[in-house]
């Protein structure tokens, strides 16, 4: 008698060949799950990009799996038979298949390894749940670190910190047990305006092939009622363009990522960043190779240490330390909202329709791309969503919607924490609030706004001016407390009362006039 297989369940952001489940898997008998169901598809009414990019990339994997002599029985979303969701699609496959048990790497994100675990009780064989060692720290590394000796966690975490120590294991970018050039952080020096003659390089352009464009053509007839633009598409879906953009950005890119990462341009949505995060979230690319690939461009002299070490930081800083924060507090991490913002979300974020040309662009841009780079994310959309005290659940939920690289894992504690200082400073050591001085300076966006940024008060201010004097105030007791706020609470307690007045009657009136517009 034959034996009977093992189930090895793949979602769609585990698109690794390297994938925990994989491990030891016989290619003469087990088999690979895959599904596409409407359930997370529409979990929130998520980009249409975003839907065509996972689809694709998955059966584009499944064909890569297949190549490489493993069995795939692949549920796509227009199957007669497709149930809608994740657990009916996995019990139908285990009595399809006569398998003896299923092995499936942990979900990345709560709600569905939540649902996953409820599949165990439900399933007629043994369901084991891996670790995702994909990620560079373990959920019991980063509690370590995260633990006081006691046992207990500290009110604040702080990336710097934890950035460090993934340096020191991983040993990316130190001189033994120095770091290279003598700095953890070269941020000081990439917060550069980008002149004018600067030119923007050109990227490759990856044509969809025909099995993206049959998914292009269902996500088309299916989700059209869903945000955002569907085509032109020309990201990559498969592991061999991932790596060919990669290369690209290495060569093309990166040298000048540094000094201008934070600079905004008008009709430029990607400058010199890599664009590489949704092909690092799921699975096409190994963040460990986009480290190593960064650092060998640094010691060949072919990028300066400054873009290298800012590309390696939000990979092994960042991203880890999000992930971190997502797993370390939740579930209630979702409902924080430590500044009682209850503001609805305006309808222009799903239109792009606002005289505020910086959010018009970053959202336009969103629109099409399901993309906008972390300045727009957080200094322009983050800070306004900030100081218009709009309901970070809202927020979050669109955050989630619109770009392609957004998982609940990623999306929520950049969100909570660091866009909207949600958690009362648990993960940023003070708000990202701003007025429209930095967005002025940081982009050109402003010489084309209908609002005038040097003006503060007045019906042709930047709105961004009177909003960020009017959340100081309005969230004063709250602020006055962090030693980092101190000289700018200083400010407004020493502020004219008519000019308060001024700010509060501009902020009233902002906030029941059209760009406030809730349909």
Same mark, same amino acid.
């Given at each position: 008698?034959?034996?009977?297989? #093992?189930?090895?369940?793949?979602? &769609? *952001?585990?698109?690794?060949? &390297? ?9 003469? /008998? ?13 979990? #929130?009414? %998520?980009?249409?990009? $975003? ?19 493993? +069995? ?15 657990? @009916? ?54 509690? @370590? ?6 046992? @207990?966690?500290? $009110? +604040? ?12 294991? +991983? ?10 050039? !003598? ?106 190779? /986009? /480290? ?54 305006? *309808? ?75 958690? &009362? ?21 402003? !010489? ?13 201010? /930047? ?30 307690? $020493?502020?004219? %009362?008519? $000019? ?12 029941? !006039? ?6």
């Amino acid at each position: 008698m034959s034996e009977r297989p #093992v189930l090895r369940f793949v979602l &769609g *952001d585990q698109l690794s060949f &390297g994938l925990s489940s994989l491990a030891e898997a016989d290619r003469a /008998c087990d088999i690979i799950l895959m599904a596409e169901v409407m359930g997370e598809a529409t979990s #929130v009414r %998520h980009h249409k990009k $975003k839907i065509a990019f996972l689809f694709s990339a998955m059966r584009h994997h499944a064909q890569a799996l297949r190549d490489d002599g493993f +069995t795939v029985d692949y549920l796509a979303l227009d199957d007669p038979n497709n149930p809608g969701d994740f657990g @009916s699609a996995l019990a139908q496959a285990v009595k399809r298949n006569d398998v003896c048990r299923v092995v499936m790497t942990e979900p990345s994100e709560w709600r569905v390894l939540e649902a996953a675990q409820s599949w165990r009780e439900e399933l007629d064989v043994d369901l084991e749940i891996r670790p995702d060692d994909r990620f560079l720290a373990s959920h019991e590394d980063f509690v @370590s670190w995260a633990t006081r000796k006691d046992g @207990s966690h500290p $009110k +604040t975490l702080r990336m710097e910190y934890f950035y460090r120590e993934m340096r020191r294991c +991983t040993g990316y970018l130190m001189e033994g047990d120095d770091p290279a050039g !003598g700095e953890w952080n070269f941020d000081s020096q990439n917060r550069k305006a980008l002149p004018e003659d600067v030119p923007i390089p050109k990227r490759p352009a990856f044509e969809p092939d025909q099995l993206t464009r049959d998914v292009i053509a269902l996500v088309g007839n299916r989700f059209s009622g869903h945000f955002g633009d569907l085509e032109p598409f020309d990201y990559p879906v498969t592991g061999e363009d991932a790596k060919s953009y990669l290369d690209w950005f290495i060569s093309d890119a990166l040298p000048g990522f540094g000094d201008w990462q934070d600079a905004m341009k008008q009709d430029e949505p990607l400058l010199f960043h890599s664009h590489l995060s949704a092909l690092i979230n799921c699975g096409l690319l190994d963040p460990r190779l /986009c /480290c190593e690939r960064a650092e060998e461009a640094w010691q060949k002299g072919e990028a300066p240490l400054n873009a290298v070490e800012g590309f390696v930081r939000q990979i092994i800083g960042w991203r880890e330390f999000i992930r971190g924060v997502y797993w370390l507090k939740m579930p209630d991490y979702a409902k924080v909202n430590a500044l009682s913002a209850s503001r609805p979300l305006p *309808d222009f974020f799903w239109t792009g329709e606002t005289g505020m040309n910086c959010l018009a662009q970053s959202i336009r841009e969103t629109r099409a791309n399901a993309y906008a780079h972390h300045i727009q994310r957080l200094m322009v959309i983050g800070n306004f969503c900030l100081i218009a005290g709009i309901d970070p659940r809202e927020v979050q939920e669109w955050f989630l919607i619109v770009y392609f690289d957004a998982y609940e894992w990623v999306e929520m504690p950049n969100v909570v924490g660091m866009a909207l200082f949600a958690d &009362g400073g648990f993960l940023a050591s003070k708000p990202y609030a701003a007025s429209g001085a930095y967005i002025n300076k940081m982009s050109d966006y402003c !010489g084309s706004c209908r609002y005038k940024v040097r003006e503060k008060q007045g019906e042709n201010a /930047c709105p961004f001016n009177y909003l960020y004097w009017n959340f100081l105030k309005e969230n004063q007791e709250v602020l006055s407390s962090n030693h980092r706020m101190g000289l700018i609470m200083g400010s407004l307690a $020493k502020m004219p %009362h008519e $000019k308060l007045e001024g700010i509060t009657e501009d902020s009233q009136r902002f906030f029941g !006039g059209p760009e406030m517009k809730v349909a």
